[in-house]
């Protein structure tokens, strides 16, 4: 919580008035962990604090995601487990938001007698005034209605007091893409840019607090400004956001190759703050089921950006996504991927098995790729990639990297395909290279977990790990 959420907290204790305890469970993209930061400084206006022991919570909100089925299920399950606090205490307020709220709505609180709130992604400013009607007049509703792209506003970013070096900042919202297989339209609405003026302004306030990288965030983020003709685009707005004195690392995610502009693969090249990693998801090595998810570009198309950003920047590393088990695919289909992903030999993906989602075109197609055979074509993916992955990791064993440390380091790293274990011995000090890779460094000196966060070291890389490694500080460079 930011120090001025604190300071209204403190004023409302001495008027009389006890502050509230929210906790907010976070499903999903980073795109929802910026909504939950947002969620809990709306709530922190009036006079709610964020705890993270649930059973002492006035207020449970579950912020989800809706692009996969099983976390629908999840959301039910845990909503389940939730019966008995309510039963317990009948003033806590149960929320749902998010993607699954907005895909779902009311049915959700035909399903979940006990559940008093759903909202969508665009009610974030609107929760406070929600969750008090629900509390003072026990109104049971579903909050799901776009606002209007000309009258949307972007919830405030107020300034961070957790002492945090990294921070998102969300550039714009929603997709006019409308893939087959998303249902990203139909949750988050059409493409609404931020104005560049806010974003710097956001930035500018991160960095003043201590922030030192920023990733840029939207759900198709190299369309910005198409929507607004007197905007700057997405390059353009890199650099900007790159020329703020103080930042010293920016990124961005995600991306979707036909908005990937020359400008944009230049900016790799020519924005020394623009850091060398770069997810461009492709699903697909299959023509024939690019079209079928609608998608806009070809594998051809897709290739020349590719090769465009590896003789200007080739020390860029690359991510993507795959569905496998798309409807129609065929094993000479699922072949040309396992080819596709031999030819970028990319440092890292996420694959997913295709699940139809409701309210999508591909829903409407038979789900004909049977379930034995997704899960087979899933492992083919993720081992050619393990392969991959670790030689392309295993360069990096010895070498010297530049990490920016972030905070202590937790039980299990970030990587998209496997978790890291906690390190046995003195506790570590984590952060990531350029490369977007992982480090963990021992902290030796009592005050390392104090004073090593938000500051650039030297360090050697001693041991490498499936997706992440461990390695010694060698001295500091900023």
Not at 97 to 107: D, K, L, N, R, Y
Request: include cysteine; aromatic fraction near 6%; charge should be neutral.
């Amino acid at each position: 919580m930011t120090l001025s959420l604190v300071r209204k907290t403190q004023e409302a204790e001495l008027q009389g008035q006890l502050a509230r305890r929210v906790y907010i469970e976070t499903m999903g993209c980073q795109m929802n962990v910026y909504d939950s930061e947002r969620m809990a400084e709306a709530l922190g206006r009036h006079a709610y604090v964020t705890t993270t022991d649930i059973e002492r919570a006035d207020l449970i909100v579950i912020n989800t995601c809706s692009i996969r089925d099983r976390v629908e299920h999840k959301v039910l399950s845990m909503l389940g487990s939730l019966r008995k606090l309510k039963d317990h205490n009948p003033d806590l307020v149960l929320c749902v938001a998010g993607c699954v709220a907005q895909q779902v709505g009311q049915g959700l609180l035909a399903r979940v007698p006990h559940l008093d709130l759903v909202i969508g992604p665009d009610q974030i400013a609107s929760l406070p005034d929600l969750v008090a009607g629900a509390r003072d007049r026990q109104q049971r509703q579903a909050a799901t209605e776009f606002v209007h792209r000309k009258d949307y506003a972007f919830p405030e970013l107020l300034a961070p007091d957790d002492g945090r070096a990294t921070s998102f900042v969300t550039v714009m919202k929603g997709c006019n893409k409308v893939c087959s297989f998303c249902i990203v339209p139909f949750t988050r609405g059409r493409e609404v840019s931020k104005p560049s003026q806010q974003v710097l302004d956001e930035v500018r306030l991160l960095v003043q607090h201590g922030v030192r990288e920023v990733t840029l965030l939207g759900q198709n983020v190299n369309s910005y400004g198409k929507d607004r003709k007197e905007e700057l685009d997405f390059a353009q707005l890199l650099r900007q956001v790159a020329a703020i004195d103080g930042l010293w690392r920016v990124r961005f995610t995600t991306s979707h190759p036909v908005d990937c502009t020359d400008a944009l693969v230049e900016a790799f090249a020519r924005v020394p703050k623009l850091m060398p990693f770069f997810h461009l998801p492709i699903q697909s090595g299959s023509e024939a089921v690019l079209r079928g998810m609608r998608r806009a570009h070809g594998v051809d198309d897709y290739l020349q950006k590719i090769e465009k950003l590896r003789a200007l920047a080739p020390h860029v590393a690359l991510s993507t996504d795959i569905i496998v088990g798309f409807p129609g695919e065929t094993d000479a289909d699922f072949q040309l991927t396992l080819d596709l992903l031999a030819r970028v030999r990319y440092t890292s993906l996420y694959a997913f098995m295709y699940s139809a989602r409701p309210g999508t075109t591909a829903a409407q197609l038979p789900d004909d790729v049977p379930l034995a055979v997704k899960k087979a074509r899933l492992a083919q993916v993720l081992a050619l990639q393990d392969q991959m992955s670790q030689a392309w990791l295993a360069g990096f064993q010895d070498q010297e990297v530049e990490v920016l440390f972030e905070g202590r380091s937790r039980a299990g790293d970030s990587g998209p395909n496997s978790l890291l274990g906690q390190l046995d011995g003195p506790p570590q000090v984590t952060g990531r290279t350029p490369q977007n890779v992982p480090v963990n460094v021992a902290a030796t000196d009592p005050e390392a977990l104090a004073t090593w966060p938000g500051r650039l070291g030297r360090v050697r890389i001693d041991r490498v790990h499936p997706h992440s490694f461990s390695g010694t500080l060698l001295g500091f460079v900023a």
